[in-house]
């Protein structure tokens, strides 16, 4: 079975930091793009990071720029988003996807959203003192 499997969401206090993880089955993220996403409660859901496994072009959006890193473990497979210093306006649940055709990341943010075809079920992130 093809799919995208999210972990590691939690609740952790300002400042804190949290490492969330995709995974893949039935595939390997060798030759694909994986974008992180989230949605907050009552908003729409945004680009947060992406990563292009064919060439390695990242990007992140600016207000998380500097505090968040995507990485990919090329040996073990999951793609991972590590996340410092977490703020009031991060909570959100957060979904890695890819689209094996014609979905793309560059430097200047990701390409073909409209082919995403694979979607993890989404990790919660909540940020509270």
């Known amino acids: 079975q093809v799919q995208l499997v999210n972990s590691g969401g939690g609740t952790v206090q300002p400042g804190g930091s949290l490492r969330l993880s995709c995974a893949a089955s039935g595939f390997t993220l060798d030759s694909v793009a994986i974008g992180w996403f989230r949605q907050a409660s009552g908003k729409e859901r945004e680009d947060v990071s992406c990563?292009?496994?064919?060439?390695?072009?990242?990007y992140y959006i600016g207000s998380v720029k500097g505090r968040f890193s995507i990485s990919v473990d090329k040996v073990n497979n999951p793609v991972y988003l590590q996340k410092d210093n977490l703020k009031p306006e991060d909570p959100a649940v957060y979904s890695c996807?890819?689209?094996?055709?014609?979905?793309?990341?560059?430097?200047?943010?990701?390409?073909?959203?409209?082919?995403?075809?694979?979607w993890g079920q989404g990790t919660l992130v909540t940020v509270s003192s």
């Open positions: 996807a890819t689209g094996r055709y014609g979905y793309f990341c560059q430097d200047s943010g990701p390409v073909g959203n409209r082919y995403l075809e694979l």
């Open positions: 990563i292009d496994n064919r060439d390695g072009g990242s």
